[in-house]
């Protein structure tokens, strides 16, 4: 049972990058899935979370508007589309699975590894 978070990477201010959230051993499409990340010398934070069943989607103010928590299936797999990236969305992103969304990080089952996200100039 396995979560790989992957996608992370250097990239300019406006820029983009897709983060992905690959399932193994285990069927994705029945957790509720977060991401969050954690910046230098910062508490861990919830970034954006979706449902099982209803497919409900939410995000932190932060970032709402710019990115979005999709799903694959098919793969899967979860990813966070991410555009208009600004230096403040600098952090190590990892992604969760557990039972139900909850914005903090305790309550989750199973954890990725982590990406870097270097957003700079």
């Known amino acids: 049972v396995q979560l790989q978070a992957s996608g992370g990477g250097l990239v300019q201010p406006g820029g983009s990058l897709r983060l992905s959230c690959a399932a193994s051993?285990?069927?994705?499409?029945?957790?509720?899935v977060g991401w969050f990340r954690q910046a230098p010398g910062k508490e861990r934070e919830g970034v954006s979370f979706?449902?099982?069943?209803?497919?409900?989607?939410s995000y932190a103010n932060s970032v709402k508007g710019r990115f979005t928590i999709s799903r694959d299936n098919a793969k899967n797999t979860v990813y966070l589309q991410m555009n208009n990236l600004k230096f403040e969305d600098t952090a190590v992103y990892y992604c969760?699975?557990?039972?139900?969304?909850?914005?903090?990080?305790?309550?989750?089952?199973?954890w990725g590894q982590g990406t870097q996200v270097t957003v700079s100039s």
């Open positions: 051993g285990f069927t994705l499409d029945y957790y509720a």
């Open positions: 979706i449902s099982t069943g209803d497919g409900r989607t």
């Open positions: 969760a699975a557990g039972l139900r969304s909850v914005p903090t990080s305790n309550g989750w089952i199973y």
